[in-house]
């Protein structure tokens, strides 16, 4: 992970922002702010920030619109600032492409470690994958996913994924036709620094698939769930 790594911290609070910010400059990151929706889009799409930090409950647009907005052009990766009883916000969070999330009231070094923790997982992915398998390509008859482009295509076409579903794609793609648990998936794809629930895995192979779909029928099939126990990816022998 870059000591430069630049983040966007969005909060219609002054305080929350102050004291973010405050915590991540200790730690080396680059600092950019937003206090409204509209304008951390528009940050957002202007720069390749390495991660977004964006309270869901703002003016003018709020952090699911931005989320949903931002996913339509880059896959940056967003961790949703929620209060608590916002549980049905936080899941739509998710569906839409949010990578993780923190309850207020929270600790400023619980943000500092769920933000490293991003950073780590995106960057270090294409090594981990590497050390996994003695090819750096994935190949199935549907789909192929290059490691060390950090592309996912079928049919020849490229299908646009957010870290998280490219790493839940990846995991599972490196054991075709395993079933895996759900409690498995939460463990092993957002490790130990992640406390969410079930559904996470689920809205997750939800967006998968449907991006999937949008390329590619046959490719989104490959995404299996089992009833009672979880998801695999199954391979048709071709």
């Not at 933000?115 to 994958?129: P, Y």
Request: with cysteine.
């Amino acid at each position: 992970m870059s000591d430069t790594a630049k983040v966007l911290v969005v909060d219609d609070e002054d305080r929350i922002r102050r004291l973010i910010k405050m915590y991540l400059e200790r730690e080396n990151f680059e600092i950019e702010e937003a206090d409204n929706g509209q304008t951390a889009l528009e940050l957002a799409l202007q720069n390749d920030y390495d991660a977004i930090i964006l309270d869901i409950m703002m003016p003018e647009m709020d952090g699911i619109e931005v989320c949903q907005e931002l996913r339509k052009e880059k896959n940056t990766p967003v961790l949703m600032l929620t209060a608590k009883g916002e549980e049905s916000n936080r899941v739509q969070g998710f569906e839409i492409g949010a990578d993780d999330y923190i309850v207020k009231p929270f600790s400023p070094r619980e943000v500092v470690l769920r933000v490293k923790a991003i950073l780590r997982r995106v960057s270090e992915l294409k090594l981990v994958e590497a050390d996994m398998s003695s090819k750096n390509i994935i190949a199935f008859p549907h789909l192929t996913i290059d490691l060390d482009a950090y592309r996912v295509t079928t049919h020849g076409k490229e299908v646009s994924l957010t870290p998280k579903e490219y790493e839940l794609l990846c995991f599972l793609a490196q054991s075709p036709d395993k079933v895996y648990k759900r409690e498995d998936l939460l463990k092993e794809v957002w490790h130990y620094e992640f406390f969410g629930d079930l559904r996470t895995v689920d809205t997750h192979i939800k967006r998968l698939r449907e991006k999937l779909m949008s390329v590619s029928e046959d490719a989104a099939k490959m995404i299996v769930t089992v009833w009672g126990v979880g998801y695999k990816l199954e391979v048709d022998d071709e």
